[in-house]
């Protein structure tokens, strides 16, 4: 029992389940509600995406596997009472696990590829399975780059379902509507919304886990964010993303308002920019570690009340 309980664990089951959820929600709610034709997507698409989401989540397990195997001197210390890799789960089977996951989650893609003519989804899955790689033994340790590429990992698993829902980008015709009939033009725009959304947020979580890990880190010569700038620079850095977003979702709530989405606008509010504002005051006066982590738990909150905002667009 202990080891199947570090086992879930170490491939983040709850990241999982959220992954799964945002793209199950985006695909059935918000690709549904721009079909001219209702239920005109083919039930054996259906199968499709859920091996799409399957794919999705086993790279993002085999990710976290890999930075734990990677980061287990580094959680000795942030951690400790985390740590799985070497003491329930050893570290070959962590490396085997890492394989496996990754190895079936690159070749579900490719089918998916396959079956749908959409190349892209194949490709920048094979590229997300060596950014986590190299995050894990690299980038991590680097200034910022860490920080963007979880970031924009995280706004892919928006993006490919955008792709895989028959919409393109912008070819000479101008815009195209597919064989699914899709206002693609609309899903671009939401598709760039969420996928901004969780972006900024995702990169300002990644900042705020920095500054919670620093002691750690710094003992192993990272050159993270707070380490290279400082924690005066590092909490600026995040709160002027969080004014941002903020400010871009308050003007979007001003005109869904006046749509008469009056619904959709009092959920964001309360629900998405009215915590963002208290984390801003959270991150003014955060000092200590446990600060940091309950403004990581916070931001990851908002997250899911962000993206659970989809459910606005159920018909």
């Given at each position: 029992?202990?080891?199947?309980?570090?086992?879930?664990?170490?491939?983040?089951w709850r990241n999982l389940f959220f992954i799964a959820l945002t793209q199950w929600?985006?695909?059935?709610?918000?690709?549904?509600?721009?079909?001219?034709?209702?239920?005109?997507?083919?039930?054996?698409?259906?199968?499709?995406?859920?091996?799409?989401?399957?794919?999705?989540?086993?790279?993002?397990?085999?990710?976290?596997?890999?930075?734990?195997?990677?980061?287990?001197?580094?959680?000795?210390?942030?951690?400790?009472?985390?740590?799985?890799?070497?003491?329930?789960?050893?570290?070959?089977?962590?490396?085997?696990?890492?394989?496996?996951?990754?190895?079936?989650?690159?070749?579900?893609?490719?089918?998916?590829?396959?079956?749908?003519?959409?190349?892209?989804?194949?490709?920048?899955?094979?590229?997300?399975?060596?950014?986590?790689?190299?995050?894990?033994?690299?980038?991590?340790?680097?200034?910022?780059?860490?920080?963007?590429?979880?970031?924009?990992?995280?706004?892919?698993?928006?993006?490919?379902?955008?792709?895989?829902?028959?919409?393109?980008?912008?070819?000479?015709?101008?815009?195209?509507?597919?064989?699914?009939?899709?206002?693609?033009?609309?899903?671009?725009?939401?598709?760039?919304?969420?996928?901004?959304?969780?972006?900024?947020?995702?990169?300002?979580?990644e900042v705020v886990k920095d500054l919670?890990?620093?002691?750690?880190?710094?003992?192993?010569?990272?050159?993270?964010?707070?380490?290279?700038?400082?924690?005066?620079?590092?909490?600026?850095?995040?709160?002027?993303?969080?004014?941002?977003?903020?400010?871009?979702?308050?003007?979007?709530?001003?005109?869904?308002?006046?749509?008469?989405?009056?619904?959709?606008?009092?959920?964001?509010?309360?629900?998405?920019?009215?915590?963002?504002?208290?984390?801003?005051?959270?991150?003014?006066?955060?000092?200590?570690?446990?600060?940091?982590?309950?403004?990581?738990?916070?931001?990851?909150?908002?997250?899911?009340?962000?993206?659970?905002?989809?459910?606005?667009?159920?018909?």
């Open positions: 029992m202990q080891t199947i309980t570090s086992f879930f664990r170490l491939v983040r929600l985006f695909y059935f709610i918000v690709v549904r509600s721009l079909q001219f034709f209702p239920f005109s997507i083919h039930p054996s698409r259906h199968v499709l995406f859920y091996l799409l989401m399957l794919a999705s989540v086993l790279i993002a397990a085999g990710g976290y596997i890999i930075n734990d195997y990677f980061d287990l001197q580094i959680d000795s210390i942030n951690k400790p009472e985390k740590v799985v890799v070497d003491r329930t789960v050893k570290r070959r089977w962590v490396i085997v696990w890492h394989l496996i996951f990754s190895g079936i989650g690159l070749l579900l893609s490719l089918y998916i590829s396959y079956r749908t003519g959409y190349w892209v989804i194949g490709i920048v899955n094979f590229f997300c399975i060596f950014l986590l790689w190299f995050y894990s033994t690299h980038f991590k340790r680097q200034l910022l780059i860490g920080n963007l590429v979880i970031s924009a990992l995280t706004a892919w698993v928006i993006m490919v379902v955008y792709f895989f829902a028959g919409a393109g980008l912008l070819n000479y015709n101008g815009w195209h509507e597919g064989q699914y009939n899709l206002d693609v033009r609309k899903l671009y725009q939401l598709t760039a919304i969420y996928a901004g959304f969780a972006f900024i947020i995702s990169l300002v979580r919670e890990d620093m002691y750690g880190d710094s003992q192993y010569h990272c050159q993270t964010m707070p380490i290279v700038w400082g924690v005066p620079v590092s909490k600026m850095f995040a709160a002027v993303w969080v004014v941002v977003c903020c400010a871009a979702l308050l003007v979007m709530q001003f005109y869904m308002w006046q749509l008469g989405s009056w619904a959709e606008a009092i959920y964001t509010i309360l629900l998405v920019i009215v915590p963002m504002v208290i984390a801003l005051r959270l991150i003014y006066h955060a000092k200590f570690p446990a600060d940091f982590h309950k403004l990581s738990n916070i931001f990851k909150l908002i997250m899911f009340t962000g993206i659970l905002s989809m459910i606005f667009f159920l018909k």
